[in-house]
């Protein structure tokens, strides 16, 4: 991996005028949200996670959000060098904005929100917006997304394993149900890192939970990793 770009089996993602950049974060919720035809992706950055759906889905039409003008402009540039540029339109704006002039409804929303909380310091201006909920908070992402999704929509995030209680109780207060918890460990003896979960307004008959590893004990990628991203990494 470049400093400057991440290159993938199908495409390549340029990251250096962006203040997040490729992590392991936006490849699991890319490899493993269930997808639809019309899919909105909150706060794309780089515009990985559009470029992962589309290569999944690939009769997909993807409008990728980015707050942040530099990585909206570079998320447009990932997408025109790609294959899948008639598909996925990128737009230099924040969830709150565009969802004032929506009339779309998704079947499939995406997000990789803000994470560190009010009380958390981040030091850089642009990174500080990106990984800050101040710019978007967990209850703007569950109740504009609600509003967003048709009836049979789901909404899939990546948090981290402290914030599980908070989205659940968003998520309920915008009508949304859990389908599915996906708890992610970096190895067998740490605990939960991560989680992603998906969202829907239909009641589930039973809520699926599943807990995977990054890597195996001695540091190697764990085989549930490897099947997950295959089709993406080099």
């Known amino acids: 991996m470049s400093n400057e770009y991440f290159k993938f089996k199908r495409f390549t993602v340029f990251h250096d005028r962006c203040a997040m950049k490729v992590g392991t974060d936006g490849v699991l919720l890319g490899a493993w949200a269930p997808g639809g035809k019309k899919i909105l992706d909150i706060g794309t950055g780089s515009g990985l996670i559009s470029l992962m ?7 997909s039409s993807i409008n990728a959000l980015e707050i942040d003008g530099e990585a909206a402009s570079q998320a447009k540039e990932n997408v025109e060098k790609s294959e899948f540029n008639k598909r996925i339109d990128i737009f ?8 004032e002039k929506c009339k779309t ?7 990789n929100p803000p994470f560190y909380t009010e009380d958390t310091g981040c030091p850089e201006n642009r990174r500080h917006t990106a990984r800050h909920t101040e710019s978007l908070t967990y209850s703007e992402l569950f109740k504009f997304s609600a509003d967003l999704l048709d009836n049979e929509g789901k909404l899939s995030v990546i948090v981290p394993y402290e914030a599980k209680n908070k989205i ?12 599915n918890i996906c708890y992610i460990r970096t190895t067998p ?22 807990e995977h590893c990054i890597m195996n004990a001695d540091g190697s990628k ?5 099947v997950l991203t295959r089709d993406f990494y080099l």
């Open 105 to 111: 409804k998704y079947d499939c929303i995406v997000s």
């Open 168 to 179: 659940l109780f968003e998520a309920c207060l915008s009508g949304l149900y859990v389908k």
């Open 189 to 210: 003896k740490k605990n939960p890192k991560r989680i992603m979960a998906t969202f829907s307004k239909v009641r589930p008959d039973n809520v699926e939970n599943e």
């Open 222 to 226: 764990s085989e549930w990793y490897l």
């Open 53 to 59: 759906m589309a290569q999944r889905f690939d009769k």
């Open 92 to 99: 230099h704006s924040s969830l709150q904005e565009y969802h």
